[in-house]
């Protein structure tokens, strides 16, 4: 007497997880990240801009891809201020980065305006040649700094070892980027 398999049933084989319950999806940092005002406090460190300013926007490319926040000018009369892209990952790999470099191409493409690109690090970067490419900048040195002049204004990254090698000097316009990097949300 031969035991037959049982069938799965096709809508269990062709069942896809939505999109909002996907995992590594960062969703409280992201709804936390568009929150106006932690777009105000990020924008106001970063460029020294007003509140209200900035605004969260669409994250979706013409290509498909999707970075995790990106926050745009409220105004097309200040057509000099340039978009700025929020990632959060939790290792930083090369694979990572290049997926990086193509938003801030895809940025470049929508607004004739290259970006700022911050990383919030979570827990580590994988490789110490990647590493060894971000240093701290000059006047925020938990902000690590890459070369980006090819497709970013500039490329920044928070861990968790930069903000606690400048605890000391830590001030209030970093208390939110402090807990992406630090809580891991």
Not at 40 to 62: H, K, P, Q, R, W
Not at 116 to 131: D, M, P
């Amino acid at each position: 007497m031969a035991i037959e398999p049982k069938k799965i049933p096709d809508d269990l084989i062709q069942f896809k997880l939505p999109r909002s319950h996907k995992p590594g999806e960062d969703r409280v940092s992201k709804l936390i990240a568009r929150h106006q005002s932690t777009v105000d406090m990020i924008t106001a460190s970063l460029l020294g801009v007003n509140e209200g300013t900035y605004t969260s926007t669409n994250t979706t490319f013409t290509d498909g891809t999707e970075c995790d926040v990106l926050y745009i000018p409220q105004s097309s009369a200040i057509p000099s201020l340039p978009p700025v892209i929020i990632e959060f990952q939790h290792s930083a790999t090369k694979s990572f980065m290049c997926r990086s470099i193509n938003y801030c191409v895809n940025v470049f493409n929508r607004f004739k305006i290259f970006p700022i690109l911050l990383i919030f690090c979570i827990n580590k970067v994988e490789l110490k040649s990647l590493a060894d490419q971000f240093k701290p900048n000059s006047g925020r040195s938990y902000f690590l700094e890459t070369p980006s002049n090819h497709f970013a204004l500039y490329c920044y990254m928070i861990t968790k070892e930069s903000i606690i090698s400048d605890v000391d000097n830590l001030n209030e316009e970093i208390t939110s980027c402090q807990t992406f990097s630090l809580d891991g949300q």
